[in-house]
């Protein structure tokens, strides 16, 4: 289990948090084996295909997880076994034929076009280097579509002014390029010229305490400061710097922006994974549809 976990860490670059997920599900499994078996000594390695459906139904009936979560763990083990498959270590792969349950995908949820107005109302007006901050998080998070990791990981040689794009390295240090218009290269300047010396710590998003000192932003903070600018004007339960995501994706589909475009510019691997917005904006159609054609009502 340690060799695999090293490898989807240094040669892969998964990120600590799918590291430590990869390691808890198989530790599960494993706990699973040495609990059915009453064996102490069972590796996951030595599961068969009947042990991985056992193990699915045991975790869907008895402990009551949602088909996402079990697919999640099931991915875990598929990754495993080809690896021990690849090194040698099985002769087989047992998970190859198991199919996980099937999730219906929820449709993404997206801040409207009114309530992005109303956040980003008062960005000319800040003037102190906590609110020309925040609004510039706001903002460039709704202009490039960028996540919330990707925008922790930006430094300032990846803010080109002059080519007016942003490099973002996204999944596994993938890198791509999102343009930037004026009116966020103008925030940008507004920003640097107000933010403290960040040097010490090199990104470009940073934190200022009360004593001075300068850090990188953190996940946290981050999540906080949209959830309370956007709580502030959206109805929506969800106010994250993935619905920010959402919303930069459902408005250039709807002003006209190619599938293939929004795919390069969120970073996705397939058109599979950007297509949900098409549904998205189906589902807008629908329902004004419904709700202004007389014939369209339900009696």
Same mark, same amino acid.
């Given at each position: 289990?340690?060799?695999?976990?090293? !490898? +989807?860490?240094? /040669?892969?670059? *998964? %990120? =600590? &948090?799918? #590291?430590?997920?990869?390691?808890?599900? $198989?530790?599960?499994?494993?706990?699973?084996?040495?609990?059915?078996?009453?064996?102490?000594?069972?590796?996951?390695?030595?599961?068969?295909?009947?042990?991985?459906?056992?193990?699915?139904? !045991? +975790?869907?009936? /008895?402990?009551? *997880? %949602? =088909? &996402?979560? #079990?697919?999640?763990?099931?991915?875990? $083990?598929?990754?495993?076994?080809?690896?021990?498959?690849?090194?040698?270590?099985?002769?087989?792969?047992?998970?190859?034929?198991?199919?996980?349950?099937?999730?219906?995908?929820?449709?993404?949820?997206?801040?409207?076009?009114?309530?992005?107005?109303?956040?980003?109302?008062?960005?000319?007006?800040?003037?102190?280097?906590?609110?020309?901050?925040?609004?510039?998080?706001?903002?460039?998070?709704?202009?490039?579509?960028?996540?919330?990791?990707?925008?922790?990981?930006?430094?300032?040689?990846?803010?080109?002014?002059?080519?007016?794009?942003?490099?973002?390295?996204?999944?596994?240090?993938?890198?791509?390029?999102?343009?930037?218009?004026?009116?966020?290269?103008?925030?940008?300047?507004?920003?640097?010229?107000?933010?403290?010396?960040?040097?010490?710590?090199?990104?470009?998003?940073?934190?200022?305490?009360?004593?001075?000192?300068?850090?990188?932003?953190?996940?946290?903070?981050?999540?906080?400061?949209?959830?309370?600018?956007?709580?502030?004007?959206?109805?929506?339960?969800?106010?994250?710097?993935?619905?920010?995501?959402?919303?930069?994706?459902?408005?250039?589909?709807?002003?006209?922006?190619?599938?293939?475009?929004?795919?390069?510019?969120?970073?996705?691997?397939?058109?599979?994974?950007?297509?949900?917005?098409?549904?998205?904006?189906?589902?807008?159609?629908?329902?004004?549809?419904?709700?202004?054609?007389?014939?369209?009502?339900?009696?």
């Amino acid at each position: 289990m340690q060799s695999f976990l090293d !490898y +989807i860490a240094i /040669e892969r670059r *998964y %990120s =600590p &948090r799918t #590291v430590q997920a990869y390691e808890e599900n $198989l530790t599960a499994f494993r706990d699973y084996l040495r609990m059915h078996y009453g064996d102490p000594t069972l590796s996951p390695r030595q599961a068969t295909e009947g042990d991985v459906k056992d193990w699915m139904m !045991y +975790i869907i009936e /008895e402990k009551q *997880y %949602s =088909p &996402r979560s #079990v697919r999640q763990k099931l991915t875990t $083990l598929h990754s495993y076994f080809r690896f021990l498959l690849r090194t040698g270590a099985v002769e087989k792969d047992v998970t190859r034929r198991v199919v996980a349950p099937k999730v219906d995908k929820p449709l993404p949820v997206f801040f409207k076009p009114g309530e992005m107005q109303r956040a980003t109302a008062y960005d000319d007006e800040a003037d102190d280097f906590t609110s020309i901050r925040d609004c510039l998080i706001i903002q460039m998070l709704y202009q490039t579509g960028m996540r919330r990791a990707e925008m922790l990981g930006l430094t300032d040689a990846d803010i080109d002014l002059t080519g007016a794009r942003i490099r973002i390295f996204g999944k596994r240090r993938k890198e791509r390029f999102v343009p930037i218009g004026d009116k966020l290269i103008t925030q940008i300047r507004k920003y640097q010229a107000a933010r403290p010396d960040n040097s010490s710590c090199g990104t470009f998003f940073v934190l200022q305490n009360r004593k001075g000192e300068v850090h990188p932003m953190n996940r946290t903070h981050l999540y906080n400061i949209v959830r309370t600018r956007m709580g502030e004007v959206s109805t929506l339960k969800k106010h994250s710097p993935h619905v920010l995501r959402h919303t930069f994706a459902t408005a250039m589909l709807d002003n006209g922006a190619d599938i293939r475009t929004i795919k390069d510019l969120l970073g996705h691997a397939s058109i599979a994974a950007t297509q949900i917005y098409t549904h998205t904006t189906f589902e807008q159609v629908r329902r004004s549809y419904e709700a202004a054609h007389p014939r369209a009502k339900h009696n």
